[in-house]
């Protein structure tokens, strides 16, 4: 008794890593495409991290923060597009920290408020650590003359657009839960 319960531990843990690593493996994939394609930029890393939503719902926080960090590291040591990649190490994590935001505060309005903060925080570390390691001359000579009021509009489509995909997670989720997490019972065997 004590042995079968021994070796039906063992499948589920090996049927977990062998999901994350696949759902890291596919991320991977998604971000090395986004970077042969200038259009992908900010549109691949997105789509890398809305693939922790299954593992998310199938194996929990630790098994996706485990996954991102795998993805982020893979992605920074062979990826295509620094900046994808570096879009990928601040915001990637999102769709994991989304639910524990959406819970702990109750009122919609606080809670946009803090995912904008959240968004245009970050989004301007990120731009600054990347002309910390990257110093592109062209980069900086085109915002310098583009101003300041170019780079708050940025910032402020940037937030739109992450807004628009924090409800789409919520349809994702949904999604899974009605159609694709039935036909995955394979999972939890």
Avoid: H
């Avoid at 008794?1 to 039906?8: D, G, Y």
């Avoid at 090395?32 to 992908?40: E, Q, S, Y």
């Avoid at 998310?56 to 993805?71: D, H, I, S």
């Amino acid at each position: 008794m004590a042995k079968q319960k021994s070796k039906t531990a063992a499948r589920k843990k090996t049927m977990s890593i062998a999901f994350c690593g696949m759902m890291c493996a596919l991320s991977v994939t998604l971000m090395l495409l986004g970077g042969l394609v200038p259009v992908m930029l900010y549109a691949a890393p997105l789509a890398a991290a809305v693939l922790l939503l299954p593992v998310l719902v199938e194996y929990g926080r630790k098994a996706a923060w485990l996954t991102w960090l795998a993805t982020a590291l893979c992605v920074l040591i062979i990826g295509v597009d620094k900046e994808a990649a570096f879009f990928y190490l601040f915001i990637g994590y999102y769709p994991i920290l989304k639910w524990d935001i959406d819970r702990k505060i109750s009122c919609a309005g606080w809670r946009m408020a803090v995912k904008g903060l959240l968004f245009s925080g970050i989004t301007g570390l990120m731009y600054l650590l990347l002309s910390l390691v990257f110093p592109a001359q062209s980069l900086m000579t085109e915002f310098g003359r583009a101003g300041v009021g170019m780079g708050i509009v940025l910032v402020v489509l940037m937030v739109a657009c992450l807004s628009v995909y924090d409800r789409l997670l919520i349809l994702l989720v949904v999604l899974y839960d009605r159609r694709i997490s039935r036909k995955m019972k394979f999972l939890n065997r």
